[in-house]
């Protein structure tokens, strides 16, 4: 969201709630309409607000427009005001964490979210107080759909870890490479590349493709090949076999 005054912060809070919980008080959007204008923004939902009589626009149409209104300032709600988001990456958290005893990590990990980061975002806490945030937190937007949370969620567990231990998780027993966490026809999956790509397990069911709950000696990063990607599986895969 770009940076306004407080007034326009306050005015776009109030203006997102009252859409929320369906009592939109139109005064909110005229107020945030001319504050934005003050400022020269001057989209066409902003202009039509300030130009037009509240008491003569329908409900469902100053609805409409008070959205439009805050999909043109880019307004996010974060966490705050949409708690369902932490919800969301909580459920997907559970999913994830029952692969982590492959990795030798036991225990319960947690949501943290950080409130020092700008833009305020999300990244996890082991139980041993490990904090796994490498590359930069979750950010709030990245939760509003749960497919698109559990990969973010996977890929920042799976590089901080790699950041951390300098050691490759998972690992594809079949092709001793390194795999990631990508999305795949709506399903979260660790993705091996070799021989073309294919499915080692769900996200979640690490360990029945594995066959065994706790990993075999650990392996350092530099001694196979491993893939760091984004969610589209679409990164290099580097070489380091010993």
Same mark, same amino acid.
């Given at each position: ?11 776009? $809070? ?59 300032? #880019? ?28 990795? *030798? ?17 999300? *990244? ?11 590359? #930069? ?48 026809? $709506? ?6 590349? *070799? ?17 065994? $709950? ?5 392996? $350092?990063?530099? #001694? ?19």
């Amino acid at each position: 969201m770009a940076e306004y005054g407080a007034d326009t912060g306050q005015l776009e $809070r109030r203006v997102y709630l009252g859409l929320r919980e369906g009592d939109l008080d139109p005064q909110d959007v005229v107020a945030l309409a001319c504050e934005l204008l003050d400022r020269f923004h001057h989209t066409d939902a902003i202009v039509e607000v300030v130009e037009r009589r509240p008491a003569e626009v329908p409900s469902a149409e100053m609805t409409a427009l008070a959205r439009r209104i805050l999909d043109d300032t #880019g307004f996010d709600p974060g966490f705050d005001l949409a708690p369902e988001r932490l919800e969301t990456l909580r459920a997907a958290l559970r999913i994830v964490a029952r692969d982590l005893p492959t990795r *030798g990590i036991e225990g319960e990990p947690e949501i943290e979210v950080l409130e020092d980061w700008f833009p305020v975002g999300a *990244g996890v806490r082991l139980a041993d107080g490990e904090r796994l945030n490498w590359g #930069g937190p979750i950010l709030p937007d990245m939760c509003d759909d749960p497919t698109t949370a559990l990969t973010s969620l996977a890929i920042l567990i799976q590089e901080s870890l790699l950041e951390r231990t300098w050691q490759v998780w998972p690992v594809c027993p079949r092709h001793d490479l390194g795999v990631h966490g990508s999305e795949r026809e $709506r399903e979260v999956v660790w993705w091996c590349a *070799g021989d073309g790509g294919h499915t080692l397990a769900p996200v979640g069911e690490l360990a029945r493709a594995l066959g065994r $709950r706790r990993p075999r000696q650990g392996r $350092r990063a530099a #001694g196979f090949q491993w893939c760091r990607s984004g969610a589209d599986g679409s990164g290099p895969c580097g070489t380091g076999r010993t």
